[in-house]
């Protein structure tokens, strides 16, 4: 979906580099989220936020962080990355609403850490 | 919070066949039920959706149909063919200012030549 936009689509870096993952999204939804997969596997939810001032941790927000900066911005942070964190990153929105939610995915960022 | 299960977890089909995944869910609040399908290397995207007001719903080969007593609703891809080779994903809820939702944890479909 054009509407997310995920950069860098691919980075490559070493072990004990911090690095960050962005997010930008032009839908005006409250909701963003960032997952993880792994190849193969679903999908592992690490941090979502449901407006600026929120931030919540997911399944598997160990040694990750994330900044909400805006609506638009969701950025995801590896403090100090480590070979396991080699996998495939998804940035999702989503609308507030009570009659069900649907996601919209950006593009994937893939990274390896070496 | 939602249980979320698919089944099965691999599905391999001949082209030409008709695929059916089944997902289980756990919350009776969930009133919205989406299917997302994953090709290789690509974002997941909404690929058909039914609420709980509607018992089946058809977009050309596929339909999704559903069952909130037994609380699963299940995929339906009729005379399938290559392209749909893909993993597929559901994620029943109820949307609300303050509810996660989980996605199933996938079906990969495998439709051989």
């Known amino acids: 979906d054009a509407d997310v936009t995920q950069t860098p689509r691919n980075r490559i870096t070493k072990t004990g580099k911090r690095i960050m993952l962005e997010c930008s999204q032009t839908?005006?939804?409250?909701?963003m989220y960032w997952y993880r997969q792994d190849p193969g596997l679903g999908l592992q939810l690490i941090y979502y936020?449901?407006?600026?001032?929120?931030?919540n941790k997911g399944e598997i927000s160990d040694g990750y962080s994330v900044s909400r900066q805006a609506q638009a911005k969701f950025s995801l942070s590896l403090e100090s990355a480590i070979p396991n964190q080699t996998a495939l990153y998804f940035c999702?929105?989503?609308?507030?609403?009570?009659?069900?939610?649907?996601?919209?995915f950006g593009p994937g960022t893939r990274l390896l850490v070496l | 919070g939602e249980n979320v299960e698919q089944h099965p977890s691999t599905l391999s089909v001949q082209e030409g066949d008709s695929a059916v995944i089944k997902c289980t869910y756990s919350?009776?609040?969930?009133?919205?039920f989406p299917w997302y399908k994953q090709e290789l290397g690509k974002r997941p995207q909404l690929i058909i959706d039914?609420?709980?007001?509607?018992g089946e719903k058809k977009d050309q080969r596929i339909a999704v149909t559903l069952n909130k007593t037994a609380k699963h609703f299940s995929l339906h891809i009729t005379e399938t063919q290559p392209e749909d080779s893909a993993v597929y994903f559901c994620?029943?809820?109820?949307?609300?200012?303050?509810?996660?939702?989980?996605f199933g944890k996938g079906t990969l479909l495998t439709v051989n030549p």
């Open positions: 999702a929105t989503s609308d507030r609403t009570g009659s069900g939610e649907t996601q919209y």
């Open positions: 839908k005006g939804h409250d909701r």
């Open positions: 936020s449901f407006d600026v001032k929120d931030i």
């Open positions: 919350d009776s609040a969930s009133n919205y």
């Open positions: 039914i609420r709980s007001n509607v």
């Open positions: 994620a029943p809820n109820s949307g609300g200012s303050n509810y996660k939702l989980t």
